[in-house]
């Protein structure tokens, strides 16, 4: 087992790839991404009807492939057949949904770090999870820290890989507040958690902080260099960025 030791997060990571440059949780994406400075970038997994885990954000593959209906009806060699370029480029493009593991040797050939967002599908959580971890559990050439809005894979993921770096993420207060949030982290061992920018305030940057967990944060657009600045100085550790370009000459 390995991803043991505490990790050191930058400041900026790379939302799905660089979303905004490329097509999202693509191999081009990603590769866009460390060619313009980065050394971490997330990516969203979930599994197939063969299970192997895929790199896909939503529930559907409606919105970023040629392909609709729920990954988990599909074998990955009809998903690998769909065009994940088309919805960004709005022509035909080669270029397919990745599997896990491909870009975990693109990170590991580039010296790069990963951040593995969680996106269960409903009913495979456990399923989804044990994949993922079988194919990451073993990889010790980078870092590696895992995330999820999920309950359910947060301590599915914290029993079965409890060496790892793990996140838990808030988009709003609805289901959970900070001191659930806080208590999650405590409970499960967790390191990091995540913010939407919107939930984000000072008083509940210290109430963080002072469980010594690291604060990173997303937004629904790309997060501008004022804004950056502000959450930095709030305390903030690292922010997930679209596009980076900006940033990465300012910070």
Known sequence: ????????????????GVKDLCPENTAESIIRAFEIGLSFVEIDVKISKDEVP??????????????????IDYLYDDIKKLDAGKFFYNKNTN?????????????INSNRNLNIE???????EKANIYKIYEITKNIKEIDIFFSTFDPVSILEISKLYPQSNRSFLL?????????????????NDLKICGLNKNIISS??????????????????????????????NLGVDS?????????????
């Open 171 to 187: 988009d709003d207060f609805k289901e959970n507040n900070i001191d659930d949030l806080i208590n999650i982290s405590i409970n």
């Open 203 to 232: 008083e509940i940057i210290k109430k963080i902080k002072k469980n010594n967990i690291l604060i990173t944060t997303y937004a629904n657009k790309n997060i501008s260099l004022i804004e950056a600045n502000e959450l930095f």
């Open 1 to 16: 087992m390995t991803q043991k030791k505490t990790i050191k997060l930058p400041k900026l990571i790379g939302h799905r």
């Open 54 to 71: 895929i790199l896909l954000h939503d529930d559907t593959l409606d919105r970023t492939t040629s392909g609709n209906g729920f990954a």
């Open 118 to 124: 969680l996106k269960p599908n409903k009913n495979f």
């Open 95 to 107: 270029i397919v949904v990745p599997k896990l593991q491909d870009i975990l040797t693109l990170c």
């Open 239 to 251: 922010i997930f960025t679209d596009n980076p370009i900006e940033l990465l000459e300012k910070i």
